[in-house]
């Protein structure tokens, strides 16, 4: 399985889709490849058919979604002053997840280890911090770096 990340520059908040591939098929013969799409003005996760293009669920989640790390059957959506946790089906696991007083605007991980980048939104003098949390929501490390 491959997991991908997309960090967009500040500037073009609202105006991207980070995509991000889950290419599965291997260990089950009923499975197939998908792509999901994270449209950050959209506030949307839909999913395609990563052979054929299309789409499969629009939206599979429609919940202020913002950015996602993929992790084996797990998306962790960052989602304004919360991450929550669904399936690739888009099943809720846990909602919220993890949630904060600062704006939750990356998401990336390895392992069990989840890292959740924030801003001053909308206060904005652009400062965020970067935190390490597990897949559980326990907070590891709450502040890693300030950026």
């Known amino acids: 399985m491959n997991s991908s990340f997309l960090a967009p520059k500040r500037s073009s908040i609202g105006l991207f889709a980070s995509v991000a591939v889950l290419a ?12 999901f799409v994270s449209y950050g003005g959209g506030n949307t996760i839909d999913e395609f058919d990563a052979t054929t293009g299309t789409a499969i669920s629009r939206p599979l ?12 059957d797990d998306l962790f959506v960052t989602n304004g002053y919360t991450v929550s946790e669904y399936t690739t089906s888009g099943q809720t696991v846990a909602k919220p997840l993890i949630s904060g007083s600062t704006y939750f605007f990356g998401i990336a991980g390895s392992g069990s ?8 939104y909308p206060n904005s003098g652009l400062d965020g911090t970067v935190g390490e949390y597990t897949t559980s929501g326990k907070r590891s490390t709450p502040l890693l770096f300030r950026v």
């Open 24 to 35: 599965i098929g291997f260990a089950l013969p009923s499975a197939h490849g998908q792509i």
């Open 61 to 72: 989640i429609a919940d202020s979604a913002y950015k996602m790390w993929i992790s084996g």
């Open 113 to 120: 280890n989840l890292f959740v980048s924030t801003y001053d």
